[in-house]
């Protein structure tokens, strides 16, 4: 089976629903060899990205800083469906984290405790954390799920692909605001899967990153480097999202 940026229907429930399904490597090896796969240099064909992924040496920290991506898509979702465009919202939300978060959902003291049961549940259910056999005692897959704004494929470079980027450096009600930490997840994952939909809509784009020990620049030498997969075009894959799928 071969994934392209515009495949056909049956294709594209297949392919999503096995990255969704996916707990292990043998099964994202598996994959990935049924796709055209290139592999693209994290950063750029000039970055050295192994200094920036590596820096950190906690995987738990590393792990937390993906829910705080997540907590930061789901406020920033909530910001613009409440102010309707970033920009005012930046105007009119309280320039921290803790405060504009008790402002856009309305919690009296900016203390959960004095929401109901239910209205905390609500809250909870924005983000999914699980803990996945990977058939590895020791190195279970841990997927991170959250309703935030998601990004369209063509934005995946610019965010989920991108280093020591100011993205979010303008916006003082998010909590990542230093485009620095989620990415040291990718040392101590041997693959990460990154899938995601934009808020507004159409298609679903993936990705996988891994670290390469063999990586051939254009000049012919080699260097251990993270790498992104990609369509033969170098683009991110992209795929139609039919109603039947479920994937807001």
Not at 27 to 40: F, G, P, R
Not at 67 to 92: C, F, H, M, P, Q
Not at 98 to 119: F, K, T, Y
Not at 235 to 245: M, N, T
């Amino acid at each position: 089976m071969s994934t392209t940026n515009t495949p056909d229907d049956e294709e594209t429930d297949s392919t999503i629903e096995q990255l969704q399904e996916a707990t292990s490597v043998s099964q994202l090896d598996a994959i990935l060899e049924e796709n055209d796969v290139t592999w693209q240099r994290l950063g750029g064909e000039d970055s050295n990205n192994i200094g920036i992924v590596d820096m950190g040496g906690s995987a738990e920290q590393a792990f937390f800083e993906r829910v705080s991506n997540g907590e930061d898509a789901v406020i920033e979702k909530k910001a613009l469906k409440e102010y309707g465009d970033i920009e005012t919202a930046i105007e009119e939300l309280p320039d921290n984290p803790r405060d504009a978060v008790a402002e856009l959902w309305n919690i009296p003291d900016g203390d959960l405790q004095n929401l109901s049961q239910e209205e905390r549940g609500q809250l909870a259910d924005q983000i999914q954390l699980r803990l996945l056999e990977s058939g590895t005692d020791e190195r279970p897959t841990i997927d991170v799920e959250d309703n935030g704004i998601g990004q369209h494929p063509d934005n995946f470079t610019d965010t989920f692909l991108s280093l020591n980027s100011d993205n979010k450096n303008t916006k003082p009600f998010l909590i990542g605001r230093y485009g620095q930490g989620g990415t040291n997840v990718y040392r101590f994952a041997e693959y990460t899967i990154i899938i995601s939909r934009s808020h507004e809509g159409g298609p679903i784009g993936w990705t996988v990153v891994k670290r390469d020990r063999d990586y051939e620049l254009v000049d012919g030498n080699r260097v251990d480097t993270y790498v992104y997969a990609t369509n033969t075009d170098g683009e991110i894959f992209e795929v139609d999202a039919p109603e039947e799928l479920d994937f807001e």
